[in-house]
């Protein structure tokens, strides 16, 4: 069977033409006047560079794409970097091919425009018919980005209808379109009414000197009364009205039109400054926490013995709260962003522009363009999206009572009572990125459950006493710290096993399942024993995040890894300890954290390898595979830690002594499991299946869980960063390489954004929400049949 792929041969055929025509749409838009192209990109594929009027680089990505809820085009603005990305939908017709990409070429100078200029963001569309009572001064006339879309469309049409190159038939079809698209922006005469006649006299007044001369004549010309117009042009124009009565089932739709912005119900102001608003929202949420646990308690003391209250529940929140049910029950450990020590996320305004589509919030009502949105926004948002409905602050896990009900066992973060609540139908579970993984374990088998049970499954083909003597033991084996150590004293004891791996590695063979779980197992095990050697100085990345530990704990901290999560780990550690130096060892930054707006200024402030003025408190080692921590001790008497290689060795540092440290931070990625919420669940189930959930315009919702015991069957919806990992138990490669070109389309790297991140789980939820989420099924990616 071929792979799963949202990819088609008619994406394909779109993107190539977008990528045939790039330059006569350059040449064609008045917004694209000052951009030099400068040709494709030597190393990317459908992208191009140019040079603006101050001879900044800039870079654009051409892609067909799936876009959400009918949507044709849609621009990844990135104004940190530079680098940006223009989506036209795979489902374009060949004539809205053109306009789509010209709308989106001059959305992006707009973007690009507003933030060099400082110019407030405008929601409003003013270049729009259905806009009927909009008071306008001219002299202080603001477009949307919208707006200057559908002037680059309009520059695009007229040039078509111009282009002697093109026959008769295919200048007449731009014509036509080009008419449409005027109508629609309220630029035909419509009405004797002297409102709409001044609307219609300022909107000219703002179109016309930002259109190419094409477009200024094309205005001129076809923006006169329907009886003054040619006879073909009146014809067309009436047929597009006629078109615009008929019902909307039977309307094909005549120009590029995109659907409007949601209002950001989480995100106004109300002219309050943010941190009054945020403080009034956590506030608020504190007393509908308490108002719910008190109501949902005295509910329970009213029903008969053996009853509990029944609720519709969704664990977990963040970003994935912007398409929250009002009807829900939201329990939320109010984690994550509510209490990491960094100033803001790592994505501009401009790099989360499209959040504000979401309902979430608005981006540009809290920071500058360029600027990180700050910490407290997005409490705000999370805070304001929690009270729409019931909501308890608090941690909940799912599992099977006695009576064979679904329930859930919740805790409430004021330390009351567990409270616990039968669940209504299918539980919805967005708890946020699974837990990282302990470095030098295998990425095959990264816990001690999994590894355990590969071990397990080695023995028991063995068939020996020995075997079934120390698979009886395996088995009383608990998941905590000390796990692996003593896993590991009885395993080497087992001949079978120790036999195994050394003809394994004298054989030189790698990733055996035996193997892979046997080193989990010693890296659990050195990762344990330094964590009681040095308390507080062997940390995983997550406890940096959580607030979870001393900055005074040392001067020199080694991190591992150098992807997201480590560059945000070292901003903390440097803001929290002003003496602290930082030393992150890897492979190589991702290509995203180049184009976020935390990455390369935290290193020019600090890194001297990219700024020779930075402070020095921070210093990157690429190039390295990293295996478990070490530790070791000194002339002194002191305990280190230190940077193992993949085969145990030391890795140097700069003066060729072993790279040492005071901490030593784990940040080397993440355990792609299901959400600690439905351990007991599943450890309940005798089968346990996975399920993709897309919607029918091909957006990623998540994933459903099955769960199985004999004639007993319950569902569980996971969603937001949690279903961005897919459950290798669950789950074939085919299904994670889907998701994770899904995760790219969502959250391109150009634009500094990743698929578990805030926006892309906000925009996800909000889908989730606009769409009934189909019943759990086979996927509809193109591809599997």
Known sequence: MDDLTIRTGQAELIRARAVGRWPA???????????????????????????????????????????????????????????????????????????????????????????????????????????????????????????????????????????????????????????????????????????????????????????????????RELTTPLEELPARDAQALVEHRARLREPALVREPAAVREPAVVPAASGSLDGRDLATAAAEAAAERDRRSAQTVGSLREFATGLPPGDLPKVRLMIGGGAALAGRDPDLLVVDGRGRWHVDPIPGIVQSADQVRHLAESGMGDPYDVTGPRERVPLSAIQLWEDRAAVRGPVIDGTARLGIDDAGRLIADIRPLDGSEPIRVAVDGTPLVATGVPPEIVPGASRWFPTIPESLAAVDEYLADARTPEAGAARGLLRELRDEPGTAGAALTMLNGVPEVTQARAALRAGGIVGAPLDAAMTTLEATDAWDRARRELPGRVLIGDEIGDGEYDPAAGQHWLIAGIGGGAIANAEIILAGNPQATVTMVGTEAPWVLHNDAQYSELRRLHDRDVNPE????????????????????????????????????????????????????????????????????????????????????????????????????????????????????????????????????????????????????????????????????RPHARGME
């Open 25 to 219: 749409v350059l040449a064609s838009l008045k917004a694209a006047e000052a951009l030099r192209p400068t040709g494709p990109d030597e190393v990317r594929q459908h992208t191009f560079g140019a040079l603006d009027e101050y001879d900044r680089e800039l870079t654009v990505r051409l892609d067909a794409v799936p876009l959400p809820g009918g949507r044709l085009v849609r621009v990844f603005a990135n104004t940190t970097s530079d680098n940006h990305v223009i989506q036209l939908s795979d489902q374009l017709t060949p004539e809205q091919e053109g306009p789509a990409l010209a709308g989106g070429v001059a959305e992006l100078v707009a973007v690009r425009w507003r933030a060099d200029t400082g110019a407030p963001a405008v929601r409003g569309d003013l270049l729009d018919s259905a806009v009927v009572s909009l008071e306008v001064d001219p002299a202080r006339m603001l477009l949307s980005e919208r707006d200057y879309s559908r002037l680059g469309q309009l520059d695009w049409l007229a040039a078509q209808a111009a282009d002697p190159a093109l026959d008769q038939r295919a200048q007449q079809a731009a014509r036509d379109a080009l008419l449409v698209q005027l109508d629609e922006m309220g630029l035909q005469p419509t009405s004797d009414d002297d409102r709409q006649q001044r609307l219609r006299k300022n909107r000219l007044l703002a179109v016309q000197p930002r259109l190419s001369t094409a477009g200024q004549r094309a205005l």
């Open 614 to 777: 930075a402070s020095g408190r921070l210093r990157t080692i690429p190039d390295k595979r990293l295996g478990m921590v070490g530790t070791a001790r000194t002339e002194d008497g002191r305990t280190v830690v230190r940077m193992l290689d993949d085969k145990g060795r030391a890795l140097p540092d700069a003066t060729g002594k072993p790279l040492e440290g005071d901490v030593y931070v784990g940040c080397l990625g993440r355990v792609a499991r299901t959400p600690r919420a439905m351990d007991e669940l599943r450890a309940w189930a005798d089968e346990v299946h996975g399920e993709l959930q897309l919607s029918d315009d091909q957006q990623y919702l998540g994933y459903r869980v099955s769960c199985r015991k004999g004639d007993a069957q319950v569902e569980v919806d996971v969603t937001g960063a949690a279903s961005r990992m897919l459950p290798a138990d669950l789950f074939d490669a085919r299904s994670a390489a889907l998701v994770a070109e899904l995760g790219l389309v969502e959250a391109p790297p150009e634009s500094g954004n990743v698929a578990a991140g805030f926006m892309a789980t906000a925009l996800q939820a909000s889908n989730r929400a606009r769409q009934n989420v189909p019943r759990a099924g």
